[in-house]
């Protein structure tokens, strides 16, 4: 190896390791930013709320029964049809 290669080697390795490591900087202090910045009352909502509301992307139908007969009589299921 050349000296020239292993100058422009070391560069690429030392970008990509500051790259990194700024981004994981940036990220940790908007994170703690964030909840420096919020208010009082939105910290004792945050609190009082944790846990007892359900998350907002549970479905009340995910688990619903099949009751449609149609389903289990309908012989033709796995016909391909004609999309034109």
């Known amino acids: 190896m050349n000296k020239k290669t292993l100058v422009i080697i070391i560069a690429i390795v030392s970008i990509i390791t500051l790259s990194v ?15 420096e910045t919020a208010s009082p009352a939105e ?5 009082a709320v944790k846990g007892v509301l359900p998350s907002l ?3 009340p139908l995910e688990n619903k029964p099949d009751i449609n007969p149609a389903d289990k ?12």
């Open 43 to 47: 910290k004792i909502i945050d609190n």
């Open 57 to 59: 992307g549970t479905s």
């Open 73 to 84: 009589a309908n012989p033709y299921k796995n016909i391909k049809t004609n999309p034109f």
């Open 21 to 35: 490591g700024g981004y994981f900087y940036w990220h940790k202090k908007n994170i703690s930013k964030k909840t």
